[in-house]
């Protein structure tokens, strides 16, 4: 069974950067793909970043366009999250989440998996 487990989460200033990373450590990650979504306080969960499981397609909010890449390391089980220029409105609880399902993408409800989520919070 996929066992998501989140780091990299932490307090910096706007203009700055953050590695997220997701690790399987139920090392089932072979087959899924992933996705990063987000939520703000008082806000709904929203969709970040996505990645296929050979890592060829990706996908991306256009809010975090140009600024976040999402990659994956299949040996290391592992998907990141890399976060640049970052401004007080990416303030949230980031998730990484695997899914097997075609399409979805972006829809929360098409990813089986769910890690617990780590904080970032960017002060101005």
């Known amino acids: 069974q996929v066992q998501l487990v989140e780091s990299g989460g932490g307090l910096v200033q706007a203009g700055g950067s953050l590695r997220l990373s997701c690790a399987d450590s139920g090392r089932t990650f072979r087959g899924y793909a992933m996705g990063w979504f987000r939520r703000a306080p008082r806000k709904e969960r929203e969709f970040v970043a996505a990645v296929s499981w050979s890592g060829d397609t990706k996908y991306y909010a256009d809010s975090v366009k140009g600024r976040f890449t999402i990659s994956r390391d299949n040996a290391k089980n592992t998907v990141y999250l890399q976060m640049n220029s970052l401004k007080p409105e990416d303030t949230a609880v980031y998730y990484c989440?695997?899914?097997?399902?075609?399409?979805?993408?972006?829809?929360?409800?098409?990813?089986?998996?769910w890690g617990q989520g780590t904080q970032v919070t960017v002060s101005s």
């Open positions: 989440a695997a899914k097997t399902a075609a399409g979805g993408w972006v829809v929360p409800g098409f990813y089986d998996y």
